[in-house]
């Protein structure tokens, strides 16, 4: 007993100590023009001070490639979407385009605001789901299925249209602050066998690393992101499920309520922090 | 089971050999592990735990993992060791082996419910747990007793 107290103010002592690998301190600008706000004071009520985004975390390699529009692999789903955003689809004749015209001017930051409370569906909507609810109700498409057809690419240009801008989501709408609660609860729910929350590894040990991870704040603002491990664009509801994955818990399905409430709350925390789609992670 | 680990104590007498094989039958069910004062003084299985085992049950990433976690400069020869838990160096000093247990079964009990050390014997563990792994431990009895021997030997 005696020997077991010592041990846990040795422990003590030790924690406080340890180092903890910093985020970098560097800036980025795209292409040495357009600088980001990868660094923000918090919202109230944010358990952290400050809020950093994933990149200050990422190696000097994976973070160069980010700063060169060039050099970004995520650009080539950026052409993507752009191309798809002027496709004709569906029994209407219709493409985004025929609607919305130029995206570089009717979806200039629109991405910084998702996702929105939906009136018509009584909850909160994400750029992949109204793009959904357009090609239906508009286009006469066909819904696209879950990180299938054209969703990401087309989700990374639209929101790639808001380089730069800081996210904020409007809490004030319909039951916006319902969901956001929804969301804290998630947040802090310890899941899986492992018995770990997002809060385990982003909040309380953001910085350090697990295994070869240097652990950000699981931010969400460069999503769809550039994934140089899967070499593809990979959505944030497959990020998400992949966390809760990890803890060796079940995953809800995308785009259903926990998730969605997960995707506002979320987003708030990092609220203030440049658009980066597509940013590029390891 | 009960009856073959019985004929074999009868065949071989009192010899010591007879001994462990009955005990080693005789394994500690999670929901029975016995928490005193931090302690966990009776050894989850009968067979002494193996170092070498121990070993690769920390460094395992498909076991226990360990080093996702924690430093331990025993095992500078692994590439990426974890920062989220402190260095294991001196663990086998700081902590008896009886405690050592404790913190493997459930880290819980000795740190706090806070703590995000996963408990290795437990079903004291997260909510939605994947379906085949319900009612399951991380690790097996004998996998916590290697590692205990190992961490004892960190010193």
Not at chain 1, 164 to 181: I, R, S, T
């Amino acid at each position: 007993m005696n020997y077991s107290r010592i041990a846990i103010i040795a422990l003590g002592a030790a924690m406080t100590a340890s180092l903890v690998a910093a985020p970098v301190d560097e800036k980025l600008v795209i292409d040495g023009e357009l600088e980001m706000t990868t660094r923000a004071p918090s919202s109230d009520g944010h358990p952290l001070p400050e809020v950093i985004s994933g990149w200050h975390y990422r190696t000097e390699s994976t973070r160069a490639l980010e700063a060169d529009t060039f050099e970004n692999p995520g650009m080539l789903g950026i052409e993507q979407g752009e191309e798809i955003w002027n496709t004709v689809e569906g029994s209407e004749g219709k493409s985004c385009a025929s609607c919305h015209q130029d995206a570089a001017d009717s979806m200039a930051g629109l991405g910084a605001i998702y996702p929105k409370w939906h009136e018509a569906s009584g909850k909160p909507i994400n750029i992949e789901l109204q793009i959904n609810a357009c090609r239906v109700n508009n286009m006469g498409a066909e819904a696209y299925k879950f990180d299938k057809s054209g969703q990401k690419p087309l989700t990374a240009y639209i929101k790639h249209q808001s380089l730069g801008e800081p996210v904020k989501v409007n809490l004030e709408e319909g039951d916006m602050q319902a969901w956001w609660e929804r969301g804290k609860e998630m947040y802090y729910k310890r899941t899986g066998q492992l018995n770990l929350s997002c809060a385990s590894c982003h909040e309380k040990n953001n910085g350090k690393y697990i295994r070869a991870d240097h652990l950000s704040q699981g931010n969400v603002n460069g999503f769809p992101t550039y994934r140089l491990k899967q070499g593809n664009l990979i959505s944030l509801h497959n990020r998400f499920r992949g966390c809760i994955r990890d803890t060796r818990a079940e995953y809800p399905a995308a785009f259903s309520d926990d998730l969605m409430a997960l995707e506002v709350y979320t987003t708030w925390r990092g609220q203030g922090l440049s658009v980066e789609t597509p940013a590029v992670r390891q | 089971m009960r009856k073959i680990v019985s004929t074999a104590v009868i065949a071989l007498g009192m010899t010591g050999l007879a001994v462990s094989t009955v005990a080693s039958a005789d394994m500690t069910a999670p929901q029975d592990v016995k928490i005193e004062n931090l302690a966990i003084s009776a050894p989850l299985t009968g067979a002494p735990g193996n170092v070498e085992e121990g070993k690769n049950v920390f460094a395992n990433r498909k076991l226990g993992n360990c080093l996702a976690c924690h430093a331990n400069s025993d095992m500078s020869d692994q590439l990426f060791h974890g920062e989220v838990g402190p260095s294991l160096d001196g663990a086998g000093t700081r902590w008896k082996p009886e405690v050592l247990r404790t913190i493997v079964v459930n880290a819980k009990a000795v740190f706090s419910d806070e703590t995000v050390m996963p408990g290795f014997y437990s079903l004291d563990v997260g909510e939605d747990v994947r379906k085949d792994l319900i009612g399951k431990t991380i690790l097996t009895a004998q996998q916590v007793e290697d590692l205990v021997a190992y961490l004892s030997t960190l010193k």
